[in-house]
């Protein structure tokens, strides 16, 4: 599985949008990007998943560079709720967590 | 019913005690996972269980035994385990689609290991 690099930490402010990239240089043609983030203190919560096109769910937007070798997840209101760890996994079947983005949202 | 269910919450076992953690899902998802979390580190995958049948173990050592009694059910049996192995312990289930590919995982809340 492709591995990934994303910052170890960012701030948002509450009700703008928060812009979570991550960069999978060496992703193959059959797998997928995952998004999951983890609150404090609980499970995994799987978030959005793609492989070539734009994605939109109720929850975030994902957006896939054409080269597939970068992507960014759009949370459009962040929530004082949003703050966790964001994971980018770039994967065709096993789920193998990277380190994570640290997002924490200001009020 | 889109929950996992772990159970116990908190464990905490001696070096000599055996234990089990046992993990709940009744989504029909035929692929379920254990994962390994310790303080501020991401989960590191352990077990793989596809149509209840050991897929994929990660070089865990052999004092968790992972055991698929129905689609339904999955265990994590302790034995001998040492301070070091004290974490979260995950579970997860997924719809597995064809050729092995993943999609949405459920996680549990966790079960939080003491080895003392």
């Known amino acids: 599985d492709a591995k990934t690099t994303q910052p170890t930490s960012m701030d948002c402010a509450e009700g703008r949008a928060a812009n979570l990239p991550c960069n999978h240089s060496?992703?193959?043609?059959?797998?997928?990007v995952y998004w999951y983030r983890q609150i404090h203190s609980q499970g995994p919560q799987y978030i959005i998943h793609?492989?070539?096109n734009n994605e939109t769910n109720e929850m975030a937007s994902l957006i896939i560079t054409e080269d597939r070798k970068s992507s960014t997840l759009i949370l459009p209101h962040a929530t004082l709720r949003d703050t966790a760890v964001y994971y980018c996994?770039?994967?065709?079947?096993?789920?193998?967590f990277g380190t994570g983005t640290l997002l924490a949202v200001q009020p | 019913d889109t929950e996992v269910t772990q159970t116990p919450k908190h464990l905490v076992m001696g070096m000599t005690n055996k234990k089990s953690l046992k993990c709940e899902q009744h989504?029909?998802?035929?692929?379920m996972y254990w994962y390994k979390q310790k303080a501020k580190k991401p989960p590191e995958l352990m077990f793989v269980y596809s149509y209840e049948k050991l897929s994929i173990n990660e070089s865990v050592p052999s004092r968790f035994s992972p055991e698929c009694p129905n689609s339904s059910l999955l265990n994590l049996h302790l034995h001998a385990l040492q301070p070091e192995d004290s974490a979260l312990y995950l579970c997860a289930s997924s719809p597995l689609l064809s050729q092995g590919m993943n999609t949405e995982a459920f996680f549990g809340q966790g079960t939080r290991l003491t080895v003392v």
């Open positions: 989504m029909g998802h035929r692929a």
């Open positions: 060496t992703i193959s043609g059959n797998e997928y």
């Open positions: 996994i770039v994967s065709r079947s096993k789920l193998i």
């Open positions: 793609g492989l070539k």
